[in-house]
């Protein structure tokens, strides 16, 4: 079977691709074994904010708990910006009550000439003076999801929307570990997992930590720990985070007051306190946003080879 992609379409695809090599060239073997990767560029390094990567298999709930995160941080009076990295673009709906723009999507309505864009043309004001970007991604297998990363940070810095945020939160596409992907790590200082005390989101979560701990090597970023999500105990994450070095930073419990958050297109901290379980999670959240902003450890966790944690999750 043949695919035909129209001249539009492939040259607006190569050039999105020589856009996201940028200045740098590519650099094998420093990021892990057999790695390629496009070094970041100096001038799009994050300055003055904290930031935090997301990561987790997909559907346990990032974007929820980056969302609520946010929110948090908001509520202890700091300036938020989240950052969505999945082409769904569903990031910040609760936030905003929408579903925003992605970065790529206005850049392609402006040929790509981003002197062109104004800052109101993708950053959105959500819950509680939260500031939220969908970056959005390239159409399905013609492009790097590393690009909109880059281009948004260089949007975001180009219109000096980086210079009143404390917080950068990026929310990143499910437990994909390519190099795209993987790309928020450069400009983070901590990334987080969101995993459930299952099987699956333990395993997936066991590789993210190997992603980290590739780019550690060469950028800045540490691992910070596990927020349990969508679980009602966490022994088995507790069990693996003791045997490859790393923490529980909080336990999001499975609550339908979550569910009817999301059908309700908002935080948490929108959701009436009367509602069993909600005043809970928005304490947990606090807590968890307090312990981030106060500076939180830096964690060594040496991830298992697939085999070995194949053998060491579940029962006997």
């Known amino acids: 079977m043949t695919i035909h992609v129209k001249p539009a379409e492939a040259e607006r695809n190569a050039r999105m691709l020589k856009r996201a090599a940028g200045k740098g060239a590519p650099v094998i073997g420093e990021d892990g074994q057999g790695s ?24 346990i709930g990032k974007s929820t708990t ?14 938020v910006l989240q950052i969505g990295c999945d082409p769904k673009h569903d990031s910040t709906f609760t936030l905003t009550k929408s579903l925003i723009p992605t970065v790529i999507d206005i850049l ?17 004001e959500g819950f509680n ?11 399905a297998g013609t492009g790097c999801g590393g690009y909109v990363v880059g281009q948004t940070v260089k949007l975001l810095k180009e219109h000096h929307l980086l210079e009143d945020t404390d917080v950068v939160i990026f929310d990143v596409l499910g437990d994909v570990v390519c ?5 928020p790590l450069q400009h ?26 590739a780019k550690s090597k060469n950028y800045d970023v540490r691992i910070g720990g596990v927020i349990a999500n969508r ?9 693996f985070n003791e045997a490859i070095g790393l923490k529980r930073l909080a336990h999001i419990a499975d609550s339908d007051a979550v569910r009817r958050s ?55």
């Open 108 to 124: 392609q309505e402006v040929d790509f000439h981003a002197e062109e864009l104004r800052s109101e043309d993708f950053v959105f």
């Open 66 to 79: 980056s969302s609520n995160l946010s929110a948090a941080f908001s509520k202890l009076g700091h300036r």
């Open 129 to 139: 003076g939260v500031k939220c970007v969908e970056a959005g991604g390239p159409p």
């Open 262 to 316: 999301r059908l309700k297109k908002c935080t948490m901290f929108e959701m009436d306190t009367e509602i069993e379980g909600v005043k809970a999670i928005q304490d947990e959240y606090l807590k968890l946003a307090e312990y981030l902003w106060s500076g939180s450890d830096s964690l060594d966790a040496v991830p298992m080879k697939d085999r070995e944690i194949f053998d060491f999750l579940g029962f006997e």
């Open 36 to 59: 390629v990767q496009v070094h970041l560029d100096p001038t799009m390094e994050i300055d003055g904010a904290k930031v935090f990567a997301i990561y987790g298999k997909g559907g």
């Open 179 to 183: 190099g795209g992907f993987a790309s």
């Open 231 to 239: 679980s009602k105990d966490t022994d088995e994450i507790d069990r």
């Open 188 to 213: 983070a200082e901590r990334a987080l997992v969101v995993a459930a005390n299952d099987f699956d989101s333990i395993f997936a979560m066991n590789r993210i930590v190997a992603a980290i701990r």
